[in-house]
Each structure stands twice: as C-alpha cells, then as structure tokens.
C-alpha cells in the first residue's frame, strides 16, 4: 500500500487546476457553506501569514459518477484518462479561496453572496483585519481598498496607480496569495 505523499502547491497552481478541470468535489462532501465573513478570515490569514491548514486529496484515474461544482461554478470535464483530484478534506476552504479569487456570485436559497466585494484593507497593519468584505460597493478612489480579485489579476497600470508605500503593500501580499 502506498503511504500518501505530502507536496507543497503553490496557490496559483492549485487555482489552475480547479479552472482545468483536475481538482473535482465529490457528491458525499457536503455544500459550500462558508459567507464570504467567514472566507474574508481565511484569506486575512493567508495574507499574514498563518497556516490554514492541509487539503487532503484522492488523486486518481477513476471517475466518479457524481461531482459538485465549486462554489457552483460549471466547470470543464476531465479528459479521458486524465487523473482526477477529488477533494477529501478542505473543501470550505478550497472554495473560498477559488470563489474569492473569481469574485463570484454564489446563490444559497434566496440570497446571493457575493465574493467580488471582497478588498484588502491597504492601511490596515497586520493586528487588524486585512480583509474585509463590503456589503455594497465602497468608494475606492482614494485607494486604501484594492479589490482581492484586482490585487491578483489587476492590470499593471492599475496597480501602478497606488503610491509607492501601497504598492508595497500589494506587492507583499501578492507574494503571500
């Protein structure tokens, strides 16, 4: 029997293979339930720094007969013959961070959460919350708030905007994301 094996992933590959197709949720894990409070924590503590914990997963060629979406995001088959990752433990987490990331809207009965309000709080220091979620659009012009989504994916001119110090900032915890 072989012993599972431990790999570091770095969170731009884990991501990837989410939006390809290769990290699936099995039917027997339960529904995302985590708010977009409790998913701006996680990510609060990622920024800082702190562990959030391991995701264990089942790697293989078998294909189960019923999978969930990510935080309701349709996402590609696998091709044939591929290996699969079905998420064992980590589920909540993994999809916070992949629907926090996307800025996506996800519906649970008659409410909408919407994980695109998600800001990192650029004057914040690190004994504050960093991350916060608004549950309407702020004013952003003054730039003390950059979008989660903007920090990862924004365009370098965009970025380049902010002041020096600021940049800093969003340097550092682009490097920690």
């Not at 019923?66 to 987490?93: C, F, H, M």
Request: aromatic content about 10%.
């Amino acid at each position: 029997m072989q012993l599972p094996i431990p790999r570091p992933l770095q969170f731009s590959s884990l991501m990837a293979d989410i939006e390809n197709g290769t990290i699936k949720i099995p039917q027997f894990q339960r529904d995302f339930v985590w708010d977009t409070k409790k998913s701006a924590s996680l990510i609060d503590s990622i920024v800082k720094g702190y562990p959030i914990g391991t995701f264990i997963f089942w790697k293989t060629k078998e294909e189960l007969r019923s999978v969930k979406n990510i935080g309701g995001i349709a996402l590609p088959e696998t091709e044939d013959g591929d290996y699969i990752e079905y998420v064992l433990d980590g589920q909540q987490r993994l999809t916070s961070l992949f629907a926090s990331m996307k800025g996506v809207q996800i519906q649970r009965d008659k409410k909408i959460e919407d994980f695109s309000l998600m800001y990192l709080d650029l004057d914040a220091d690190e004994s504050e919350q960093v991350v916060i979620h608004f549950q309407e659009l702020v004013d952003i012009s003054n730039q003390r708030y950059i979008k989660l989504c903007d920090l990862l994916t924004g365009e370098l001119t965009y970025l380049a905007s902010f002041s020096k110090e600021r940049q800093k900032k969003i340097t550092y915890y682009k490097q920690r994301l």
